[in-house]
């Protein structure tokens, strides 16, 4: 199957390079981590140092298995009471079970979703805040993962994950009415995929998922150091300690473009996987994600794909 390509007159591309474009994916919900235990619990649970947010900020935290493979993957916002907790479009149900099923008798948490519905969507171009000011927020957060409410909106700057730019949190019946407002160019999948895998940005359901760990999958920035123990700690800790980070993220270069899941291969012998392809508008040339083993992991590597010449290369391809 042929993808499209996309070219630089793309408006949705344009948008994102020079004006504001949104993101708006299905089933990206909100859920709420509440009581007493709730730092203490996801402290125990998942990569990132929740116990140093302070209200207002955020992290990007893993929850990993026992064997430190990637479970999910997501954001946690520090409000007085509370735990935002912004999943990967389309994990909230499974997010939820899975932290109702690793609380304690004694824990004092309740995890749930929030009375009215929540959505979610994510402004992205230089322009974006001047959008945002049209809804009210003419003063915005300016340091990474820092977060402020207005009008019974959040919007959170997160630059580090996913596309960089801004997460809007707003009520369900409101979404439609705000988009109008903002006079963004709404972004196809295609276009989204382009411009995630030309800044080298891993996704759930991509690179994020139980066959990696966070260090190969890209997301060692993710996994806090000295915080003390959590579920996988100790395999993640080992590999860092004693340079033990066998495969990679990687960024591939061919002439063709490649397909997702695809056998990466050196002299017949599998090397490690495609993750993610896309046509890249500013190179105007196939790009793609891949994790591989090391030595063959290095930039300038020649590898094979399907019978397809490629070469390993640093990420990301493009600025952001």
Known sequence: MTEPFITLASPAYDALLHGVAVWRPASAEVLLLEDADRVDF?????????????????CVTVLTSPTARIVHVFTVLADTETL??????????????????????????????????????RLIGPQAPAALARIGFVLLPQREGEWMRLNGLIVLKQENYDLPGYEVIAPAERVDAILEQLQAVPLDEVTYTARRVELGRPAPGAELTEEYNPLEAGMAWACAENKGCYTGQEIIARQITYDKVTRMLVGLRSATLLAPGAMVTVEEREV?????????????????????????????????VNGAEATVVALPFTGA
């Open 272 to 304: 490690g996987r495609v993750t993610s392809a896309a046509f890249s508008p500013q190179l105007q040339a196939p790009v793609a994600l891949a994790i591989l083993k090391r030595p063959y992991n290095s930039p300038g590597t020649a590898v094979v």
């Open 42 to 58: 996801l402290q125990r649970m998942t990569t990132n140092d929740i116990k140093r947010l302070r209200v207002g900020e955020s």
């Open 84 to 121: 935002w907790l912004l999943p990967a479009p389309g994990d909230a149900a499974a997010l939820e079970r899975r932290l109702r099923g690793q609380i304690f008798f004694m824990d004092k948490v309740r995890v749930h979703r929030p009375d009215a519905p929540l959505l979610r969507f």
